[in-house]
């Protein structure tokens, strides 16, 4: 039998735990502990609770493998974190104009940033010990799902948030995660072929874990991406909104992978969605730096945007270059003179 560790649970925290799990059966451990090897797991354990924060935690992605390896299939795994947003609305500081942003700028930099530097992370390491870390949402739920889990639920209490997630697989053990203002998204081909689309960071790290949850979710908006993102980054919808964050795509033109004018290349999950005919027209072309949607000024809705997807493919196979030329200067003017923007 599990032993029981008897440790304090604010009442509104226990209240929220229990929904999914008995907090006083012999198959729940209850642990708050920032060290991997403090959790040992018996197999009768069903859901195991650890009420330290992740902010906490030096080895993040180390700790939630060690406890996805420890339970079985379908098992709870509940924990807590401080958000970013959390964290600025807890400060004091914040509330002062200037003075509260340069703190706040400062902190990220060291908290949030130089633990993912070359040369910094070790400075920061040997301060901080790895503890309060700078960590958002949107990073830590990625993080779960990359190390095995499946979200069932989170929850703010206090200004904590507590996550609810089940043992699905094994984890991805992601070696090179990525934090850079770069970032390599995998997007389908021609033919099929995956492809690496170079973009501006404009959502947390990890966040790419996390594409299919928000979908299944919230389905898509009108402009044709995922309904309420929680995984943008507020300078990240600048960089859209103005298409800045599409400007290294160029290194995909110069490779070969990607052409100027041409349909969006989508990720396998947005793939999947898309009717058979158009699958099979868009697997005959390269992807396109510049979308079809955007020469003929239509809305970014899904519909609006296979529909001009659809219209260019037909056009282009009976008129393959021409049909390139003109949308191209139909999406200039649209851009320039229609002012014209990404969603």
């Given amino acids: 039998m599990e032993s029981k560790i008897n440790i304090p649970i604010p009442e509104e925290v226990a209240a929220y735990l229990s929904g999914y799990a008995d907090l006083s059966a012999m198959g729940s451990k209850i642990v708050s502990t920032a060290e991997t090897s403090e959790i040992t797991l018996s197999p009768a354990v069903t859901a195991c609770i650890n009420l330290e924060r992740i902010n906490n935690i030096r080895y993040i992605n180390k700790f939630f493998e060690h406890i996805n390896q420890q339970l079985e299939n379908e098992s709870i795994f509940m924990g807590c974190v401080e958000t970013l947003s959390a964290r600025q609305a807890r400060k004091k500081i914040g509330k002062i104009p200037i003075l509260g942003n340069i703190h706040f700028l400062v902190e990220f930099i060291f908290l949030r940033a130089s633990p993912k530097i070359f040369g910094l992370k070790k400075i920061y390491f040997s301060i901080t010990k790895g503890k309060k870390r700078l960590l958002s949402k949107a990073e830590t739920l990625g993080r779960l799902v990359c190390c095995g889990f499946d979200i069932v639920d989170y929850h703010s209490i206090n200004g904590i ?32 072929k ?15 874990y996390l594409q299919d949850y928000v979908v299944r979710e919230n389905g898509y908006n009108a402009c044709g991406k995922p309904a309420a993102d929680f995984r943008l980054t507020p300078w990240g919808k ?33 793939f999947q969605d898309i009717p058979e005919d158009l699958k099979e027209l868009r697997l005959t072309q390269r992807p396109g730096c510049i979308p079809p949607y955007v020469a003929l000024n239509v809305n970014g809705d899904v519909s609006s945007v296979q529909q001009a997807e659809m219209h260019y493919l037909h056009e282009k196979s009976h008129h393959p270059y021409k049909t390139d030329a003109v949308y191209l200067m139909r999406a200039i003017f649209n851009i320039l003179i229609k002012r014209k923007r990404s969603a």
Wanted: net charge positive.
């Fill in 161 to 192: 948030l507590y996550f609810v997630v089940k043992k699905v697989r094994e984890p991805k053990y992601d070696m090179n995660p990525s934090y850079g203002l770069l970032y390599k998204m995998p997007r389908i081909g021609k033919g099929g």
């Fill in 194 to 208: 995956m492809i690496g689309v170079y973009k501006l960071r404009t959502m947390h790290p990890y966040a790419e």
């Fill in 238 to 270: 600048f960089l859209r909104k103005y298409w800045l964050d599409e400007l290294p795509q160029l290194l995909n033109l110069l490779k070969g992978e990607l052409k100027l004018v041409g349909v969006r290349p989508v990720s396998k999950s947005y």
